[in-house]
């Protein structure tokens, strides 16, 4: 392919073009991430456990570090041709606006009706739900992206959608409660009084606003105690990221196409599931030894589990009812600052990347959040995107580096992760607006405080 | 180009494709758009007179009913490039739910931040304010749309934006209002004691939660007030058409691709932006005899212009301070009933449409909003996107037509326009969802006491 060809604004694949299978990092991993751990019995979770929690098709992606594609199933490759290919965008104007000699691309999940990525993996695991025959799944939403994402997907596959949200975002985010609904799913807040869980927690703490390790624990417990049902998780899990690969793949079809080859690519990262999608086939290059990439994640200097935290198992919720996962972890008791408001929030990341970032295959660098809202209104100005707070994490890092370029004549090509539109954020870029806005850094003290939470495996 | 070509989900054309011009409808009708009046002398508006609200190159295409195609500027076309084209969507899934043999498609505008089609001319306004060298333009907002366009728009040009916010609107859709922040325009509550007019109605009203039409006035005058500024409006007026004629040449232009020819083309209507510029190429064709199309204007039944207003010259706001335009109107004082949620609440319409419907070459219809919503509800769970109330007009109304299709077996092919997004617009959502939402149709004597105020011309 010529290095000539004209780079358009927006790269669409055609419909032929589309990638039809996922990539599995693991495959191609020297050292493979540690598996989960039952809790109870410090061993590694059996596919016959996992089962009565994940529908068993999705089990099998979890434990299966060996198969390096798998096919997409043709009724989520038609689900997918609704809102994909989603745009790998050439930020002409940013980089104008920069004086950059470098070239920035992003590749933008925000234009569907979830607002990001999620639904990538969610219409994966409804429809592995159907396939089995279930009702309905459980989940639990914090902010609220990932509950729209897998009530689109319930809704499209005709299942039954339970979600818990974290009472504080129920009451706070009523917006988002009724996209659920428009797409048929209940939204309980919670903690609540349909679960024992959440009835042990109203009486114990009667004025508790939530949070989503509560919620977690709550759709956990309903997924088990009903037949038909099975609990569904939208990051941190290795299927996620396999689902999530289809990012990664357009994209690399997509430069492959036009000639073009990445020398950094950002992205932001709270459970991993972003960042593990749009990474995947390059890393997968790295892995083999065929191409080399410099990867960035970026996380919030105020939940900075892979910068600062300890490569140890872990709680995957706060409950301590899912299984245990060795991650870069804060400790499942950490909780950010409240004036936190840019997400990624999740006191983990995903066992992969963890492994991968513990094997010098990647970077990882934390960014204060006045700076990513910053960098998120120069993008929004100048590229017409609203972006989301997680997303604009990546931005901030794609503009420092473009910047490094500026000063050193570089010509660098740097690809990051759009990940979704920031619509339902505005209470954060008010708060940013009127200059109420705060950075803050946890102290080691607080830190040492929560990696004492650390299971002794 | 062959039928038999296979028709994607989405058609994106590639940016070689892209149209290069506006098309001016005005230049093929043979009974023109009446022309603007003058409130005080009842003569048509001089170039001279509109000059000292609009810029100058928007009065010439105000009153241009001779040429065909208006050269879209380079700088327009790059801007265009950062959210164009937008997809021409083959509602699949749609039609599996519907089991109709009609072939449904539809032009999404709502894949930018502004979240509808507003942005089109948005940017046009904006760039002859700059090409004139204007240091701002003032304008008013509603429920926000065509404010958040035109703050983006201005954002990047670097001109001045003052945004004259409806104070009802202003204090209950506070995101819509960061949104215009995080763009640089400064949003004023609407009446304020920044303007005469707006002195004199809080003064009368105090407790007033204000008007479109005070809002228009006070925009108005600031503009008029301020040398270096302009007023500018999203729709009604024949340079939006002009503008919103992106969207029908790139349909259109799609469509001729794939050997497509709608049979039924359906727009909502407010004030005629999306409609006008969705049919423009089509009723071009049909107005020179070329082709036949049944073209239908969807309005609310509680603000039916087209289907139960006078043909009459009236006053564009509600304050008289602007010029008088004959078009299908309610009279300009009419107020759509309190429980009406789904927007096109202009109490008239675009002089232009209004000459082609009263001349045969469209019908008109309306809906009541309940049934609005059920269509907007079932559209969302099968095609993915949670649409604006107003483009669910348009839905409803295709729905209803694929429906009949249904019924005799003919395979029609159905194109309707899906002007933008509803994310800001749950809380008409969340009525239809609680059972809350209730239908009103303005009895005669209600229209009758409303045509009383149309002036005596």
Same mark, same amino acid.
């Given at each position: 392919?010529?290095?000539?060809?004209?780079?358009?604004?927006?790269?669409?694949?055609?419909?032929?073009?589309?990638? *039809?299978?996922?990539?599995?990092?693991?495959?191609?991993?020297?050292?493979?991430?540690?598996?989960?751990?039952?809790?109870?019995?410090?061993?590694?979770?059996?596919?016959?456990?996992?089962?009565?929690?994940?529908?068993?098709?999705?089990?099998?992606?979890?434990?299966?570090?060996?198969?390096?594609?798998?096919?997409?199933?043709?009724?989520?490759?038609?689900?997918?041709?609704?809102?994909?290919?989603?745009?790998?965008?050439?930020?002409?104007?940013? /980089?104008? *606006?920069?004086?950059?000699?470098?070239?920035?691309?992003?590749?933008? /999940?925000?234009?569907?009706?979830?607002?990001?990525?999620?639904?990538?993996?969610?219409?994966?695991?409804?429809?592995?739900?159907?396939?089995?025959?279930?009702?309905?799944?459980?989940?639990?939403?914090?902010?609220?992206?990932?509950?729209?994402?897998?009530?689109?997907?319930?809704?499209?596959?005709?299942?039954?959608?339970?979600?818990?949200?974290?009472?504080?975002?129920?009451?706070?985010?009523?917006?988002?409660?009724?996209?659920?609904?428009?797409?048929?799913?209940?939204?309980?807040?919670? =903690?609540?009084?349909?679960?024992?869980?959440?009835?042990?927690?109203?009486?114990?703490?009667?004025?508790?606003?939530?949070?989503?390790?509560?919620?977690?624990?709550?759709?956990?417990?309903?997924?088990?105690?009903?037949?038909?049902?099975?609990?569904?998780?939208?990051?941190?899990?290795?299927?996620?990221?396999?689902?999530?690969?289809?990012?990664?793949? /357009?994209?690399?079809?997509?430069?492959?196409?036009?000639?073009? *080859?990445?020398?950094?690519?950002?992205?932001?990262?709270?459970?991993?599931?972003?960042?593990?999608?749009?990474?995947?086939?390059?890393?997968?290059?790295?892995?083999?030894? /065929?191409?080399?990439?410099?990867?960035?994640?970026?996380? =919030?200097?105020?939940?900075?589990?892979?910068?600062?935290?300890?490569?140890?198992?872990?709680?995957?919720?706060?409950?301590?009812?899912?299984?245990?996962?060795?991650?870069?972890?804060?400790?499942?008791?950490?909780?950010?600052?409240?004036?936190?408001?840019?997400?990624?929030?999740?006191?983990?990341?995903?066992?992969?990347?963890?492994?991968?970032?513990?094997?010098?295959?990647?970077?990882?660098?934390?960014?204060?959040?006045?700076?990513?809202?910053?960098?998120?209104?120069?993008?929004?100005?100048?590229?017409?995107?609203? =972006?989301? =707070?997680?997303?604009?994490?990546?931005?901030?890092?794609?503009?420092?580096?473009?910047?490094?370029?500026?000063?050193?004549?570089?010509?660098?090509?740097?690809?990051?992760?759009?990940?979704?539109?920031?619509?339902?954020?505005?209470?954060?870029?008010?708060?940013?607006?009127?200059?109420?806005?705060?950075?803050?850094?946890?102290?080691?003290?607080?830190?040492?405080?929560?990696?004492?939470?650390?299971?002794?495996?």
């Amino acid at each position: 392919m010529s290095e000539a060809k004209k780079i358009p604004y927006k790269i669409y694949l055609e419909e032929n073009e589309m990638p *039809k299978y996922w990539y599995n990092m693991r495959a191609d991993m020297k050292n493979k991430p540690a598996p989960l751990l039952n809790p109870g019995t410090l061993q590694p979770m059996t596919a016959q456990e996992l089962s009565a929690v994940f529908c068993d098709e999705l089990v099998k992606q979890e434990l299966d570090n060996d198969t390096r594609e798998y096919s997409i199933p043709q009724e989520i490759l038609d689900f997918y041709k609704m809102y994909r290919p989603s745009p790998l965008v050439r930020a002409y104007c940013l /980089e104008k *606006k920069l004086q950059t000699p470098a070239k920035i691309y992003y590749k933008f /999940e925000g234009n569907n009706t979830s607002g990001s990525h999620k639904l990538n993996s969610a219409i994966a695991q409804a429809y592995y739900a159907k396939q089995q025959g279930l009702k309905g799944v459980t989940t639990e939403t914090g902010a609220g992206q990932w509950g729209t994402a897998l009530s689109m997907a319930c809704s499209y596959f005709e299942l039954d959608c339970k979600v818990y949200m974290v009472k504080v975002s129920y009451e706070q985010k009523p917006f988002r409660r009724e996209v659920m609904r428009t797409y048929g799913a209940s939204v309980v807040p919670s =903690p609540s009084d349909t679960t024992e869980v959440g009835r042990k927690i109203l009486a114990k703490y009667p004025g508790t606003t939530g949070s989503l390790g509560c919620a977690i624990s709550e759709a956990v417990e309903v997924a088990l105690g009903n037949p038909g049902y099975r609990y569904v998780l939208g990051s941190v899990l290795n299927q996620v990221l396999l689902h999530q690969s289809v990012i990664g793949m /357009e994209t690399k079809i997509a430069m492959d196409k036009y000639g073009i *080859k990445p020398d950094i690519i950002i992205g932001c990262a709270g459970g991993g599931s972003n960042l593990g999608g749009l990474i995947a086939p390059f890393m997968g290059e790295k892995l083999r030894g /065929e191409a080399d990439y410099q990867i960035i994640a970026i996380e =919030p200097a105020s939940c900075p589990s892979l910068t600062r935290g300890k490569f140890a198992y872990d709680f995957c919720d706060t409950g301590m009812v899912c299984p245990m996962a060795k991650m870069y972890t804060l400790g499942s008791g950490f909780i950010p600052a409240p004036n936190h408001a840019g997400g990624l929030r999740y006191h983990g990341m995903s066992s992969t990347l963890s492994q991968l970032y513990h094997d010098g295959y990647m970077e990882a660098r934390s960014v204060e959040q006045t700076k990513v809202f910053q960098a998120a209104e120069e993008f929004a100005r100048v590229e017409g995107i609203l =972006p989301a =707070p997680e997303s604009s994490h990546a931005i901030r890092a794609a503009i420092d580096e473009a910047l490094k370029c500026k000063e050193t004549g570089e010509e660098k090509t740097i690809l990051f992760g759009l990940t979704g539109t920031g619509y339902f954020d505005m209470v954060a870029y008010e708060k940013f607006h009127d200059g109420l806005m705060t950075d803050y850094i946890p102290t080691d003290e607080e830190l040492q405080k929560s990696f004492d939470t650390l299971p002794k495996v």
